[in-house]
């Protein structure tokens, strides 16, 4: 089974309850993607890509807050988290900034998965679809089950 599988692909080997939908304007932020689609950033989630001392991190945090550094390295047992570089991104995840998801074998093979606590109070989010013009529409159910991320408190109020 190829790492760089499509959203698609995931979604449907893994049986999960939902969908990508594709923009003609790119919908790489969580701004964007609320315009763009007319969603509310809480019903989004960022798929954040995180570099540390043991290799890298895929932390997944409601779009109306910003992930934490501190609480991630706490989370993770590690004194100093940074955000991965665009090109560490592309190897270890096989998508381009604006486009990560966190549905890719590649996701799940090559990263820790962190997931805030307060997207389990949804039952569907929206996440990146793979590409800056895809969005994704998924169950949290069968996204914790499917990638069985550690859940814990990592994300902050936006300022």
Not at 32 to 59: C, E, H, L, W
Not at 93 to 113: A, D, H
Not at 121 to 128: H, I, L, N, R, S
């Amino acid at each position: 089974m190829s790492c760089f599988d499509t959203v698609e692909e995931f979604i449907k080997r893994y049986e999960i309850d939902g969908f990508v939908k594709r923009y003609e304007s790119p919908v790489e932020t969580v701004e964007r993607a609320s315009q763009v689609a007319g969603i509310s950033p809480s019903d989004i989630v960022k798929t954040v890509v995180m570099s540390y001392s043991n290799g890298f991190a895929t932390v997944i945090v409601p779009g109306d807050r910003v992930v934490d550094l501190k609480k991630v390295s706490q989370v993770l047992g590690v004194k100093k988290v940074r955000l991965a570089k665009p090109g560490e991104i592309r190897e270890v995840t096989g998508f381009e900034v604006g486009g990560v998801s966190p549905l890719s074998e590649c996701v799940k093979r090559n990263t820790v998965i962190v997931l805030d606590i307060r997207v389990l109070a949804k039952d569907f989010v929206w996440c990146g679809g793979g590409d800056r013009y895809s969005l994704a529409y998924v169950s949290v159910r069968r996204l914790v089950e499917v990638l069985n991320p550690l859940v814990a408190d990592v994300s902050v109020e936006r300022v």
